[in-house]
């Protein structure tokens, strides 16, 4: 059999970014509308230091308003909840995002649940979870999202495919399976205690790996032409004091028995932004009361 096809995410978020940026322009020419992401960032850690600022420059591009708040390490809850507050009431801020993970002193679930569910670009908000889950109108978490984007451009119709997603977190695995099912796939989810979980991933004919553990999904896990589509994102040691990027899927391995893969970087990465900047333009749209366009 032929080696898997490699699915560019960076090439196909390059494309929705453009289409991101049109409408904006479209916008801001018919409604003098421009939507606006405010990112922030509470500590150092460096892995979200460069995400943020990918964030804020990508954001530029597409001709939209952004903001970056960046507060220190011992912020203590009630301010950053007076930060959230103040964003929700800001007529120029249309998107929301609280970088994650947060310092031990902020209860995550506070932060997110206090953020106005019309702003919640992550969709991480319950009421968003609820409605993606009810299959009505929501904020899509912005990973799940890239990822059945690039899904639907490799596979067309996903309905009837057995879908198998690894990984069962509020932010990826969790929305993931609900946008499946809603695309009328047979959807299993695995987790940590999930027997014999090389089997169950045999059985997709689509395989979504958000697990955090690098290189974990071996080429005899996957069904000969499946789609595989790893989420991880894991900095590992390469040697010489430096690091680099590997998913949880063996690409290496993988690549001589699946149909279509992704590769880490490069794959599911850009997407997430990329659907960053679509969501954002989505909730300006609504909170404005037009229908955002039917290119996004
Ligand atoms: N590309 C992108 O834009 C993004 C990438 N990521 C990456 O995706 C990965 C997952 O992220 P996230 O969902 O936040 O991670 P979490 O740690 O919140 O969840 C990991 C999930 O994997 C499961 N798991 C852990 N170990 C195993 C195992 N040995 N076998 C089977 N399942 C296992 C856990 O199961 P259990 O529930 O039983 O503990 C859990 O459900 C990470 O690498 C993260 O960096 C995350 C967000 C965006
Ligand atoms: N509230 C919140 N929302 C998030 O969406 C969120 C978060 N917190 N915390 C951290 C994770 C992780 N995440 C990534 C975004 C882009 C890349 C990305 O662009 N990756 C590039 C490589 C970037 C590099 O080289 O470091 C790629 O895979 O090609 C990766 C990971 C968003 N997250």
């Not at 932010?171 to 090389?198: F, N, W, Y």
């Not at 040691?237 to 949880?248: I, V, Y």
């Amino acid at each position: 059999m032929s080696e898997a096809r490699i699915i560019d995410g960076k090439a196909f978020a390059e494309g929705l970014r453009a289409r991101v940026g049109e409408a904006v322009a479209g916008l801001v020419r018919a409604h003098g509308l421009t939507p606006g992401l405010a990112v922030v960032l509470v500590g150092e850690d460096p892995a979200s230091q460069v995400y943020v600022r990918n964030k804020a420059k990508q954001t530029r591009e597409a001709g939209m308003h952004s903001v970056e708040h960046r507060l220190s390490a011992d912020t203590s809850e009630a301010d950053l909840l007076a930060l959230v507050r103040a964003l929700n009431a800001d007529p120029a801020i249309h998107g929301i995002l609280v970088q994650l993970p947060l310092p031990a002193q902020i209860r995550a679930e506070t932060v997110i649940q206090t953020i106005d569910p019309a702003k919640d670009v992550d969709g991480f908000h319950v009421v968003n979870a609820g409605l993606l889950a009810t299959g009505q109108e929501a904020l899509v978490p912005c990973t799940p999202l890239g990822c059945l984007m690039l899904a639907r451009d490799t596979l067309g119709d996903l309905s009837g495919l057995e879908a198998v997603v690894v990984g069962r977190s509020n932010i990826v695995g969790k929305p993931m399976a609900q946008l499946l099912l809603k695309e009328s796939c047979t959807v299993t989810v695995a987790h940590s205690r999930t027997r014999d979980l090389p089997a169950v991933c045999r059985r997709a004919d689509l395989l979504i790996a958000a697990v955090g553990r690098p290189n974990m999904v071996k080429a005899d896990w996957i069904k000969p032409g499946a789609t595989v589509i790893d989420v991880g994102i894991n900095r590992v040691d390469a040697g010489e004091g430096k690091t680099r990027l590997t998913g949880d899927v063996d690409f290496e391995d993988a690549k001589a028995v699946a149909g279509a893969i992704t590769p880490v970087p490069g794959g599911v990465g850009p997407m997430t932004i990329a659907c960053l900047l679509r969501n954002t333009v989505v909730a300006a749209c609504r909170q404005r009361r037009l229908t955002p366009p039917e290119t996004l």
